[in-house]
């Protein structure tokens, strides 16, 4: 299987501010392929406001209408139409290779960043978007400094796969911050990629930046993240009361979230189910359902996601089993409605829990069956604290496993403001409300 032509993935960007751009996807079909969509478009830094999809369970036309999430972002198009093109069935070939010198699999670098400590460094304006949009991003991760815009946004810009980071601060008031990457790209091997990663890395940051180094590294292993008894049990465990979800209560102004209905009908179609989804629009809706869909093994015929101008959003599906029969069993209705309502109304988990005599910001989303992780959440949990005006002192990421799934759990210990006194419940709640806001784009 070769190569696909350019009439796989086409995009029509936008030629005036607020239009929406175009993707289209026409490729082979395969179970899963609208989340592995819109996992790219999500991490790309865009919103899916309006899509159509069909499928003859062969071949399948994929339209999406996007948006940015923030104006400012500057969205790589030609790197998207690469991106989603290799994971379309025709287009396994990688898109980036050196015959000369061929990668390894999975190659570990080790990018090291010597600077001048200011406060902010995590969560900035340049470093995290320039990074992930060049490379590729999936976290898990150790951090040890405070937060700035920087360092997320040029990590968004360079699309780099994170798999582990340390940030720390000399005595002398310098930062060293040591990046466990992979490169998506596979061509991290190369002096010429390893120069441009470092030259606009230099470029971006300017003077804060006294030098930067990309090495090979060795032995690297993913972090597992061993959580209390207690906040796991608190972060994780979701009940079902009076037809709504008790735990990880909202704030009042979001309690609208709680008006999401879900509906199935087998009426209309002799081979088909109807998948009906009413909500409130949301950053990642779409990957959230077509991520639970994937994971229950639920395959898509033809929908239609529209969002109007109020911020609602309507979702129509009709699907089917893998094994090409309508879903008619009570119990399997029930265990997939349940499961939608909990995605829409809590995609991620956010919580305060004391450790030690710190104060631990916890953030966990589920991890898909593919060991995929949900993408951006790191740089919008520093986007959060930012405006509070609150720093991080350190923060790691890993895995968590429950008896039903595997999380992808981010840990935050943070530094006490004057501002928003972290000793206090209202000021936790605070916390906890803006980072839920921030992540859901409410």
């Known amino acids: 299987m070769g190569v696909a032509s350019d009439d796989v993935v086409v995009i029509e960007v936008a030629k005036w501010a607020g239009e929406p751009s175009v993707v289209t996807v026409n490729c082979p079909d395969q179970t899963g392929l609208g989340c592995d969509i819109c ?13 159509d999809v069909s499928t003859d369970g062969r071949w399948c036309y994929v339209v999406f209408w996007v948006v940015k999430l923030s104006a400012s972002m500057n969205i ?12 379309c069935p025709s287009c396994f070939i990688p898109f980036y290779f050196d015959l000369v010198n061929p990668p390894t699999s999975a190659q570990v670098y080790l990018l090291k960043l010597f600077s001048v400590d200011r406060k902010g460094l995590l969560h900035g304006n340049n470093i995290f978007e320039l990074l992930v949009s060049f490379l590729s991003l999936e976290i898990g991760l150790l951090i040890g400094a405070k937060c700035d815009a920087d360092v997320t946004q040029v990590l968004c810009e360079l699309e780099l796969l994170i798999h582990w980071v340390k940030v ?8 060293v911050d040591l990046f466990f990457i992979t490169d998506g790209m596979e061509l991290l091997h190369t002096k010429e990629r390893q120069d441009e990663t470092c030259e606009r890395l230099i470029a971006v940051l300017g003077e804060s930046v006294n030098r930067c180094e ?17 906040a796991a049990e608190e972060l994780f465990s979701m009940e079902l009361c009076d037809g709504e979800f008790c735990s990880q209560a909202l704030s009042p102004d979001m309690k609208k979230l709680k008006k999401a209905n879900v509906n199935i009908d087998n009426s209309l179609s002799p081979s088909h189910t109807l998948l009906q989804i009413q909500c409130v629009d949301q950053k990642g809706l779409l990957y959230d359902i077509m991520r639970t869909l994937k994971d ?11 969002s109007d101008m109020k911020g609602s959003r309507e979702v129509d599906l009709f699907i089917q089993q893998t094994d090409g029969k309508k879903i008619v069993d009570p119990v399997k209705q029930d265990i997939l409605s349940s499961r939608l309502r909990l995605e829409m109304l809590h995609p991620m988990r956010v919580m305060i829990a004391n450790r030690g005599p710190d104060i631990e910001l916890l953030v966990a989303n589920p991890v898909e069956m593919s060991g995929k992780g949900r993408p951006r959440v790191f740089y919008h949990v520093t986007l959060a604290l930012k405006l509070l005006g609150i720093c991080i002192f350190s923060a790691e990421i890993g895995r968590h496993t429950t008896s039903e799934r595997q999380w992808e759990v981010y840990r935050f210990l943070l530094d006490d403001g004057l ?24």
């Open 76 to 87: 790589q198009w030609e790197n998207l139409k690469n991106r989603l093109m290799s994971i």
């Open 419 to 442: 501002e928003l006194p972290l000793a206090n419940s209202q000021s936790r709640s605070q916390i906890v409300d803006t980072v839920r806001r921030t992540l859901m784009g409410l």
């Open 214 to 230: 990309i090495q090979l590294a060795e032995d690297f292993q993913q972090g597992v993240s061993s959580l209390p008894p207690v």
């Open 168 to 175: 720390s601060t000399t005595p002398d008031g310098r930062v």
């Open 39 to 51: 996992r790219v478009i999500l991490e790309f830094g865009l919103c899916i406001t309006r899509g």
């Open 296 to 306: 229950c093994d639920i395959q898509i015929a033809y929908g239609r996601f529209l």
